[in-house]
């Protein structure tokens, strides 16, 4: 399980968070919801080490991982997507996932220059990995395609197929749908709906609450900083606390 515990963090002496714990385990979608600058995207940096809070602690089963560096957060098992998606464009759909396996095959350059048995063994492996990436994301079409010619909807999933190179046992996904379709929001609730059945746990940071009251199996509610309300999609849908600070009813 994944846990963040009383997470604290000012910034120029402004809360953007105070006191919220969140957990997530393995298979679960958790949706975390809330206005503007509710602080959804600094609890996501904090759980994946991109800002340290002030105070509060994060775990992985138990294990503290408070001072572990983003890099280091990935090897524990917790893959991320960004906001704004960063490939380089002119990358192509295969290269870019291969970059993904970067963290776990990292070689130096001499055992690549003299291509020893390790750097060749590390090679294959990325071959494999690339080559099932593409099968489970349905993108083996799109294989040779430069990231930057393809829709937004393609790039979110090459994205999130990037972040699973690494075989994550979490993986934290910020506003992946913004500015999809309709119909690439579909896909991509699929493929969510897969990682969380192959026992990944998924935390859905997401502006769409339609989206987010479909996929998850619990939901986290932000305001001004804090955790206004916690609990099952319909629950959280109907309370009144809710329908006035996040809907503005
Ligand atoms: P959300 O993702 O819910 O829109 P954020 O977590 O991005 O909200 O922001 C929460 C609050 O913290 C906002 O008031 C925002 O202006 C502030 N904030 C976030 N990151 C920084 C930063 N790096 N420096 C200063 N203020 C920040
Ligand atoms: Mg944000």
Redesign the pocket.
Known sequence: MLTAEDISIS??G?P?LQGVSVTLERGQIRGVI?P???????LFNCLTGFIRPDTGTVAIDGRDISTAAPHERITLGIGRTFQTPRFDPKADVWQALACGFYPATARSITASALRLPSARRAERRVETGVGELLERFNLTAQADQPVGELPLGTVRLVEVARAMATSPGFLLLDEPAAGLTEDEQQLLAGQITALAQADIGVLLVEHNFDLVVGLSDEITV?ANGTCLVEGLPGDVAADSRVRSVYLGL
């Open positions: 910034f120029g402004v953007a809330g503007n600058g509710s602080g959804k995207s600094t932000l």
